[in-house]
């Protein structure tokens, strides 16, 4: 059973910068794509970026110059960079992990307000 735990959330003013990480435990055998999804209020949940065990990645457009993903294969953690945050980006933040099944992280919230 493979388990994610994220952190790196919190308050935030716009303009400013955060990093999200999100470490996988337990009986790992491959990680595959591992990525983030976000979800605001009265919102669907959206795929924010994305990243292959070979280090290929997909932004969505709203985020594309802003966010950067990134892992460590060796850690078993992958990161999300979010620089020029805006009060859109206001969500709750979920990894995600492809092995045999997609495993869930349990969310961490961003709020980006002045």
């Known amino acids: 059973q493979v388990q994610l735990v994220e952190s790196g959330g919190g308050l935030v003013q716009p303009g400013g910068s955060l990093r999200l990480s999100c470490a996988a435990s337990g009986s790992i055998f491959s990680l595959n794509n591992m990525g983030w999804y976000r979800q605001a209020p009265g919102k669907q949940r959206e795929l924010v970026a994305r990243?292959?065990?070979?280090?290929?990645?997909n932004y969505a457009d709203s985020v594309k110059g802003r966010f950067t993903i990134s892992r460590d294969n060796a850690k078993n953690t992958v990161y999300l960079q979010m620089n020029s945050l805006k009060p859109d980006d206001t969500a709750v933040y979920y990894c995600f992990a492809v092995t045999d099944r997609v495993v869930w992280g349990q969310g961490t919230q961003l709020t980006v307000s002045s």
């Open positions: 990243i292959t065990s070979g280090g290929g990645t």
